[in-house]
């Protein structure tokens, strides 16, 4: 079975401009979290999705929006970009809410220009 | 938020040896306290897990030491290889600390 995969790889934005970063779960996992780590971090909670409702949210302005679709994949929006969204946004499928391994996908490299 | 302290910073070790990393939490509200390893270019990957209610786990040359009262779990790698080079992190369980380099020296 694939993992969970995210598009695009990288990307390159001005500040200002908005973003939407794409992830698709693995096959029967309905769970989708985000995650961004900036470089030299660990991974910050940003959202976690269940059966396409919002069931946790980290401390993050409410520039950072996402939602989960019928099949369960995921997209996650910012608006007003600022230079310091520059991050990897990691992406994680488990396979029910509740369940305790989560599996992260490569991620998407943003930069803010 | 959660608090998760995570130290050394970064951490080298010459093969065979062993490798020790610690972690400490504010919240008790969690049950699962998980172990990532994370390689460059790549995202975070499960390394061993343990839940309170048991004191160490191990598996292979990972073990998990957890210190309830005290908040507290550490990871051991025993018998370090160049390969353990990465990035580890502990998690609470959504909450990461802010990580380990480790390098293995051959």
């Known amino acids: 079975d694939a993992g969970v995969t995210q598009s695009p790889t990288h990307l390159i934005k001005t500040r200002g401009q908005q973003v939407t970063l794409r992830c698709s779960p693995i096959?029967?996992?309905?769970?989708v979290s985000w995650y961004q780590q900036v470089l030299g971090q660990g991974p910050q909670f940003i959202f976690q999705y269940y059966e396409k409702e919002e069931r946790g949210r980290g401390n993050f302005p409410d520039r950072f929006s996402a939602r989960q679709f019928p099949n369960y994949s995921s997209e996650l929006n910012v608006n007003a970009l600022l230079l310091g969204d520059s991050a990897l946004y990691l992406c994680?499928?488990?396979?029910?809410?509740?369940?305790?391994?989560?599996?992260f996908g490569p991620g998407t490299r943003l930069l803010v220009l | 938020q959660q608090q998760v302290k995570q130290s050394p910073q970064s951490l080298i070790v010459q093969k065979g040896g062993i490798s020790i990393i610690n972690c400490a939490y504010e919240?008790?509200?969690?049950?699962?306290f998980p172990w990532y390893q994370q390689f460059p270019g790549k995202g975070p990957a499960l390394l061993i897990a343990i839940r309170p209610d048991v004191s160490e786990k191990k598996e292979g040359r990972f073990t998990i030491s957890f210190n309830k009262s005290a908040k507290q779990f550490s990871l051991h790698i025993m018998d370090s290889q160049p390969g353990d080079s990465a990035t580890y992190f502990c998690a609470v369980p959504f909450y990461f600390g802010t990580g380990t380099s480790l390098t293995v020296i051959p």
């Open positions: 096959s029967g996992h309905k769970s």
């Open positions: 919240n008790t509200a969690f049950d699962y």
């Open positions: 994680a499928s488990r396979r029910e809410q509740g369940a305790e391994t989560q599996y």
